[in-house]
């Protein structure tokens, strides 16, 4: 059974960091591309980052480029999202997607991911 555990998600004042994991059971990592998606209240779910499964391609949204960074380690079937210099615009409930298939792209489509996580909230506030 395909499932993903996020953690790593808090309370930070603005300009702190903050890593979010996403572990994977039930199924290998190193097949699947992975995606960070965000939701704040009221707002639409919005794509953050992606890894593709096989060149280590990865892509952000313009509103995290530079202070986000997506990794994977395929030993630990886990993900992770390094989060820097935080901003209370990032404040949402953080979920990782993937979905199955050998590609050296990504995408921030919600469409393309096949299996979600349950979430983690992140709140940035002083």
């Known amino acids: 059974q395909v499932q993903l555990v996020e953690s790593g998600g808090g309370l930070v004042q603005p300009g702190g960091s903050l890593r979010l994991s996403c572990a994977a059971s039930g199924f290998t990592l190193d097949t699947y591309v992975i995606g960070w998606f965000r939701q704040a209240p009221g707002r639409e779910r919005e794509g953050v980052s992606c890894?593709?499964?096989?060149?280590?391609?990865?892509y952000y949204a313009d509103s995290v480029k530079g202070r986000f960074t997506i990794s994977r380690d395929n030993a630990k079937n886990t993900v992770y999202l390094q989060m820097n210099v935080l901003k209370p615009e990032d404040t949402a409930n953080y979920y990782c997607?993937?979905?199955?298939?050998?590609?050296?792209?990504?995408?921030?489509?919600?469409?393309?991911?096949?299996?979600w996580g349950q979430g983690t909230q992140v709140t940035v506030s002083s």
């Open positions: 890894i593709s499964s096989t060149s280590g391609w990865s």
């Open positions: 997607a993937v979905t199955n298939g050998r590609r050296n792209y990504c995408s921030l489509s919600s469409a393309f991911y096949d299996y």
